[in-house]
């Protein structure tokens, strides 16, 4: 998947100094695409010399995939020397957390957008929930996925600025200050956020909605490329005014420069 570029407004927008990002985009349970994605950036890492480096996951770790339970696992434990990991929260962390904690009459929509392969990574059979009051069905989830994990998943923040860039899941509604977003458009928007061509003041670089390959535009940096069906999960490298992608599928790896 080769990035549509488009050309930024001068002056270029840039990370911090001495300070390189990777932004990574829905992972939806494919741990073996994060697995080898992370080995790839430890790569990088070790060929040269940084005095910051940080990994940030824009969100919907969960669902779809096969392997949501591990994928936490994995990113909760996460230690790489040298490097800084911070979570965003996806509209589907959010939903999962809401059903957890006894809003159950979102299990329906939930198992239908990728809870039920969720469920199953933890062991759970979706239809033996069906039949549970709404006490029994939050103790059961409870139960089965771990409180480390429900912990984790809480912490998720909604927004992350880096230098000229902003890394949020959704997007942003336009012409609304960064600090007074609303939780919800962070989360959840499509449009307007995606059809507007405001100059916001910063690159919003962000997941959720899926596309056939990167989008990049004078605003926006779309890094969905939908890891769960596609088989490619897509990273974004910022290193000062340098940008990259790194792309891990089931037949290897893809380096693109975005210069």
């Known amino acids: 998947m080769i990035a549509r570029k488009l050309f930024f407004r001068d002056p270029t927008p840039s ?5 390189r990002a990777y932004a990574v985009g829905d992972i939806h349970g494919r ?5 080898r994605l992370l080995k790839e950036i430890t790569g990088e890492i070790e060929d040269q010399s940084h005095s910051k480096v940080s990994i940030i996951f824009l969100g919907d770790v969960i669902d779809r995939g096969p392997a949501s339970a591990e994928v936490v696992e994995r990113l909760r434990t996460l230690n790489i020397p040298g490097v800084t990991a911070h979570f965003i929260m996806g509209n589907h962390e959010e939903v999962m957390l809401r059903v957890i904690e006894g809003e159950t009459d979102l299990l329906r929509n939930w198992l239908r957008f990728g809870g039920t392969e969720t ?3 933890y062991g759970i059979e979706p239809r033996a929930l069906k039949k549970l009051s709404s006490e029994e069905l939050s103790a ?3 139960e089965a996925i771990p409180d480390t994990h429900r912990r984790f998943v809480a912490s998720f923040s909604d927004s992350i600025g880096f230098g000229d860039y902003v890394f949020v899941h959704a997007g942003i509604r336009p012409g609304i200050d960064l600090a007074e977003q609303n939780q919800a458009d962070l989360r959840w928007i499509r449009e307007p956020f995606l059809e507007d061509t405001t100059d916001h ?4 670089v962000h997941g959720h909605t899926i596309t056939s390959e990167v989008e990049v535009t004078p605003n926006r940096i779309a890094i969905d490329t939908g890891a769960y069906n596609t088989g490619t999960l897509t990273a974004l490298a ?4 340098r940008r990259w992608l790194i792309q891990t599928s089931e037949e290897g790896v893809r380096r693109v420069s975005m210069d």
């Open 201 to 204: 003041g910063f690159v919003v």
């Open 119 to 121: 469920l199953h990574s």
């Open 31 to 35: 741990i073996d695409l994060v697995d």
């Open 238 to 241: 910022i290193d000062g005014k």
């Open 140 to 142: 059961r989830l409870k």
């Open 15 to 19: 990370g911090p100094k001495r300070h």
